[in-house]
């Protein structure tokens, strides 16, 4: 049956498996040749930008390249978002076809809202990416992934994820993990079992959440399933744990986002690997934002977006990994950086501490720190009944420890987290 559900998907879309195949050819590289195909396409990319749009003529105008002499990374100035927002239409390509153009929306999770232009080229060879990295974890093309996405406008009308599987021969269905009521996750669970995926896809509180129902509830994931990608947002250890225990299968995180899909996706040997055929990953060490990620597309000529500062951190790691891939990794951290706590001294303090400070608190099913001053924090959390006031008593402790020692804690009770405007949980929400 798999072998037909993947023929019957490979002649609707023969653009996207015209994409797989070229991607597929990327791993049996040495990763010396990675690297020099990597190296090409960012030189081809900075000239292509250069020449075709407004703003990188004037953004690298100072820029002087011999001919055959490559364009270095760090001698390129970083691409900040209120540049994309106050030059979108300059960014675009001259040569592009405007008839195909799209604008697309980003910007929910990090508080700075944009705009981007794309195409339908970009659109598939995203979606050609994804099937690449499902391929990490075991998956084969024609064997069923659902997603459980909450962004409503992917998973209604013509979005990104509007699938209902409506053909016994469809291998993708989405749900809409807008809303986290014990009814919806109670009909997920029976669509999961009902349906039997391979692949799980969704943010990591829409897993979570499953999760944590099916382990209260004490039911069976189904057989079929071997494996869980987290995207979207920043999974954390318990997660992870927890997701694991209730889907009986490995979890796996992926990293992207609308501007530039596909930049690290996670191997059944627990490498977190750069798509470095489709990116440029930099991790920039400046004194103010230590470990800020820079991200470049390389294939993106309709819109580039090169030495893009995305608002995340995280670091490169050496080393090769068990698995085999010649693709170089890479460490995510739990932060966006509009996110970093400010302290009273005018230290910044990176989220995770505070996300480490409710780790193994069961009772909290879900929660979100709110900065209101530099000495007070809000913890608004989901529970049931209250937690005990020792262990209020532990959190405030640690707050001073390991934060500063004026930091004061207000805890507040909510029925659910406000999401953003994309459908994401937001861990932490500094003063911005």
Known sequence: MRTIRYWHDRLRHPRRYRELAQLLSVPH??????????????????????????????HYAALDVAVGQRVRPERLPPLRKHQVREHLDAMLARDADRA???????????????????????????????????????WL???????????????????????????????????????????????????????????????????????RFMLDTATRPPASLIGAYSTAEMLDADQRRSMEAAFGCKVFNQYGCREVPNIAWECRAGGMHVFSDLV???????????GRLLVTSLSDRVMPFIRYAIGDSGELVDGECDCGL??????????????????????????????GLLYGMTAIRSYQWVQLAPARLRLDVVCEGRLPSSTIDDIQRGLQQRVHPAMQLECAYRDTIERTAAGKHRFVIGLG
Request: charged share 20%; with cysteine.
């Open 280 to 290: 440029l990953l930099e991790a920039d060490d400046a004194v103010d934002e230590p």
């Open 100 to 138: 195909a153009v799209k604008l697309g929306h980003t910007g929910g999770s990090t508080g700075e809202p944009l705009n981007f232009y794309y195409t339908r080229e970009k659109h598939e060879r995203m979606l050609a990416g994804m099937k690449r990295g499902f391929m990490m974890s075991g």
């Open 29 to 58: 590289m040495s990763a010396a040749e990675v690297a020099e195909l990597q190296a090409q396409r960012f030189d081809a990319i900075v000239r292509h930008a250069v020449s075709q749009t407004t703003f990188y003529a004037d």
């Open 141 to 211: 093309p024609g064997e069923r992934v659902m997603y459980l996405w909450g962004a409503s406008r992917d998973v209604s009308g013509r979005g990104v994820f509007a699938r209902e599987a409506s053909n016994v021969l469809d291998s993708e269905m989405s749900l809409a993990a807008v809303s986290y009521s014990e009814a919806n996750l109670a009909a997920w669970c029976r669509k999961l079992q009902s349906w039997r995926p391979v692949l799980l896809y969704g943010y990591a509180s829409a897993l979570a959440e499953l999760a």
């Open 326 to 355: 010649p693709f170089p990794l890479m460490r995510m951290s739990m932060c966006r950086h509009n996110d970093l706590i400010v302290t009273p001294d005018g230290a910044r303090v990176h989220p995770s501490v505070l996300n």
